[in-house]
């Protein structure tokens, strides 16, 4: 029926869960949490500069940063494949 009523910017079902739940819990807040991206944990100049030092000890670059070597690892993937994009490879 909200569909019918609405159209596109009706709930979705999911959404209608959560809203009912709250509700339920006399919470009358319809305020939209905050969404987006997570906050940096650190900047790509300061892992550049590490890089430039050396780039071969990510575990090193992680406890300098205080990050984790996967989120370092996942870091210089992302620069990888920019470069390569940037230089017509395109492959992953």
């Known amino acids: 029926m ?3 009523a609405y159209g596109e910017h009706a709930l979705d079902k999911s959404q209608c ?3 009912f739940k709250k509700f339920k819990n006399d919470d009358f807040d319809v ?3 905050e969404r987006g991206k997570p906050p940096k944990k650190f900047e790509d100049s300061e892992l550049q ?3 430039d030092e050396d780039d ?3 575990q090193q670059l992680a406890n300098q940063l205080n990050v984790t070597r996967e989120a370092v ?3 210089l993937k992302c620069w990888e494949r920019s470069r390569r994009w940037e230089n017509g490879f395109h492959m992953n």
């Open 2 to 4: 909200l569909v019918k």
């Open 17 to 19: 869960f959560e809203w």
């Open 31 to 33: 305020r939209n949490e």
């Open 49 to 51: 500069a590490l890089l």
């Open 56 to 58: 071969t000890q990510t």
């Open 73 to 75: 690892s996942i870091c």
